[in-house]
């Protein structure tokens, strides 16, 4: 080989050096490790990511600015707070508009609902993963939250599921007549005065003469009537089915009195009362009286064991701003075994049972 030859051999081979060395240098000032330091991760936090993240993950990361909760937002493992890294971008968003602890942060980006236009705090986070949330109450949970900043979360959602966050005998729709005894009728749920149901006149054995119950109804009372007696125990029901025009005279009366505020703390409206689908009684015990009942044997009684025979105690003591009536122990309703042992269990209200378990 030529001098001339080698010469131009070794300026090749010194130009192709050169080459891989910059080359080399290129691919490290370009590097994902690099990027991430320029952003101003540590070598440690880097190396947490890397492990963490294939190339194809990174770019939320790389995209944006340092945010110095990035790891525990990687780390987050813990249900309903599992880090997926299809979301990662609406992490690292979410948790510079909210500085929220990180698993927070990851717990309200992964709930179906989320949505990023809205506003969020932690007491709406907690909201959405309450037992009874409904989707579909959503801005109203909001709206309540915002005006009860002390109510708790869980009482929030009883109250708008039972509608009791709008007035009563506002935004009324007709009671859902198909729904058998699981029937509806409230403050917010009225039935035609042409409602119709089958309806039994109850021995005299049983209580006053003439009062009726809804034929199931009165079957499941024969029952619990049968099983209190064997316990040592006398139910005695004081009114059953009351009609339409009946509560219309009660209501009436009670306007005559002192007026429609007056007659609403004592009477429904005609056509919201329970007592018009035949399944509400109201059971005493001879010598007892409304003001005695509560703390009578019967009464406790009827509260351990009616759910068996498929009543429920309708209005319970501190359920009153669910219910929109006060405590009443005598006051019972047949919604069947199945609910009323549900109710039972899950110490809720015929509202909250409608508005959850029957979705």
């Known amino acids: 080989m030529s001098y001339m030859n080698r010469k131009r051999h070794k300026i090749i081979g010194f130009i192709f050096i050169i080459s891989v060395v910059i080359f080399g240098f290129y691919l ?3 590097s994902t490790e690099r990027k991430l330091a320029k952003i101003g991760y540590s070598a440690d936090e880097i190396n947490f990511i890397v492990s963490r993240l294939d190339a194809t993950q990174m770019s939320p990361i790389l995209e944006n600015k340092y945010l110095p909760e990035m790891r525990q937002i990687l780390e987050s493992q813990t249900a309903p707070a599992d880090f997926r890294s299809e979301k990662l971008n609406e992490y690292i968003q ?7 602890e990180p698993k927070l942060t990851v717990q309200l980006v992964n709930h179906s609902d989320y949505d990023n236009d809205e506003e969020y705090n932690e007491r709406r986070i907690h909201i959405l993963y309450e037992e009874y949330y409904l989707p579909q109450n959503k801005d109203r949970y909001f709206t309540l939250e915002a005006k009860n900043a002390e109510m708790p979360e869980n009482e929030i ?5 039972a509608n009791r966050d709008r007035d009563y005998y506002t935004d009324t729709m007709e009671a859902d007549a198909l729904s058998g005894h699981l029937i509806l009728v409230n403050k917010y749920y009225f039935l035609d005065q042409a409602f119709e149901v089958d309806l039994v006149e109850q021995s005299a054995s049983y209580g006053s003469v003439g009062e009726r119950m809804e034929a199931e109804t009165y079957a499941a009372f024969e029952k619990m009537f049968q099983a209190a007696q064997d316990d040592g125990y006398q139910l005695y029901v004081t009114s059953g089915y009351r009609g339409y025009d009946e509560q219309a005279e009660v209501f009436a009366t009670y306007l005559s009195e002192g007026g429609e505020a007056h007659a609403l703390q004592y009477a429904a409206k005609p056509g919201y009362s329970e007592h018009q689908t035949g399944r509400a009684i109201d059971i005493f015990t001879p010598g007892e009286t409304t003001k005695t009942f509560a703390a009578s ?3 406790k009684w009827l509260a351990e064991h009616a759910y068996k025979y498929g ?3 309708r209005y319970p003591a501190g359920k009153e701003d669910i219910t929109g009536y ?3 122990p005598w006051h019972y309703r047949y919604v069947g075994q199945e609910a009323a042992t549900d109710i039972q269990q899950h110490n809720i209200t015929l509202e909250e049972y409608v508005a959850v378990f029957k979705q």
């Open 157 to 161: 959602i009883a109250r708008v599921n």
């Open 326 to 328: 006060n405590f009443e």
């Open 28 to 30: 490290l000032a370009t």
């Open 297 to 299: 044997p019967v009464a």
């Open 311 to 313: 009543f429920i105690l």
């Open 94 to 100: 979410a948790q510079r508009k909210y500085n929220f």
